[in-house]
């Protein structure tokens, strides 16, 4: 069978990428270009400023990954690229640079969903395995998704309101940790204790999650030390919170595997790449007889070489788009 050659570009929120993957996974070459540093100063992604820089940063992004590759654009079968959700203007300049390359050099454009996107992290590792359950956790999504083959995917459950990564950053913010927090809350986490009591969010029998009130607490709990004048363990602070995420995550997801009798389970999205709740789920999974599988922890986060290789699945199965391809900052997945 021929091979095919899969050009994915991603720019959904601050992360400039272009990556070249071969057959859906292996990887060829892939560029990633952070804005991280510009957005720090500012406490958060500026979608203003994230646009500008891909707008500015795209066709080096590009041009670099193909000549890492040793490849030029007649040998790519097919291009992909992030549609939505994300940032408009950010998901607007992966989607001109792709409709462009796919006019001049008449390839097919294949529109990729974020989330698909980081399930597809994992193929880069190993081959997805069907039936699984794939538990999404980034910055702005939370969902424990059913997935029976590549064209079957299911939600069963899902955050009723901050995503978990969303609630990582604002603890760490209220700690003084500039963005993104995620990382460094986890690290804090592995050197502090667990002993400030917070509340167990949303404990019941859905396969939603919840983390405002958790959120909440961890914040009250923060100021009313400081306004006592009292000093809190940063890191004792941490690591509680983390303990009861991963509590949160952990609980539901075993239980979804259980009640839908799958065995493979794989993470996605930018908080899969937390020490923590990888070691957790490592121990249940290896204790409950599951695959386990988790992106590399580079490809966890926003990145064009994930794009790629979900762009292949859908390039096998015709799901091609015209050149009137938009932006949809709020596009569903199932
Ligand atoms: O998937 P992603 O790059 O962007 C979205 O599509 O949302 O995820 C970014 C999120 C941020 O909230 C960041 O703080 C979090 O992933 N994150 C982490 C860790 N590494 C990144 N959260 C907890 N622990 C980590 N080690
Ligand atoms: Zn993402």
């Not at 930018?270 to 709740?277: C, E, F, L, P, Q």
């Amino acid at each position: 069978m021929k091979d095919i050659y899969i050009l994915g570009i991603e720019t959904s929120c601050d992360e400039t990428s272009c990556s070249i993957i071969k057959n859906g996974s292996e990887e060829i070459s892939t560029t990633v270009l952070s804005q991280v540093d510009i957005h720090t100063l500012y406490g958060g992604v500026v979608p203003e400023i994230a646009s500008r820089n891909h707008v500015k940063d795209i066709v080096f992004v590009i041009n670099k990954c193909l000549t890492d590759a040793k490849m030029s654009m007649d040998m790519i079968d097919g291009i992909a690229v992030t549609y939505g959700p994300g940032l408009v203007g950010s998901l607007l300049v992966g989607i001109e640079a792709a409709k462009t390359l796919a006019y001049i050099f008449d390839k097919p454009l294949i529109p990729v969903h974020h989330i698909r996107s980081h399930i597809y992290a994992n193929n880069l590792e190993k081959e997805l395995k069907f039936p699984l359950i794939c538990l999404v956790i980034s910055g702005g999504h939370t969902e424990l998704l059913l997935i029976k083959d590549h064209f079957n995917i299911t939600k069963i459950g899902s955050t009723l309101d901050d995503a978990v990564g969303e609630c990582y950053d604002k603890v760490a913010r209220v700690m003084g940790i500039s963005y993104p927090g995620g990382p460094v809350i986890d690290k804090m986490a592995h050197d502090g204790k667990p002993i400030y009591d917070l509340p167990i969010p949303l404990n019941d029998d859905s396969y939603n999650f919840s983390f405002s009130g958790l959120k909440s607490a961890v914040i009250n709990l923060y100021h009313n030390y400081e306004q006592a004048g009292k000093t809190i363990d940063k890191n004792c602070l941490a690591s509680s919170f983390q303990d009861v995420v991963i509590s949160s995550l952990t609980t539901k997801t075993m239980r979804a595997l259980k009640e839908y009798n799958v065995n493979n389970l794989v993470l996605a999205g930018g908080v899969s790449a937390n020490k923590g709740i990888r070691e957790k789920f490592e121990q249940l999974c290896k204790e409950g007889n599951i695959d386990f599988s988790f992106p590399k922890i580079e490809y966890c986060t926003d990145n064009a070489a994930m794009v790629g290789a979900a762009g292949y699945f859908l390039y096998k199965e015709g799901k091609f788009t015209d050149l009137k391809l938009n932006a949809d900052s709020s596009a569903e997945l199932v």
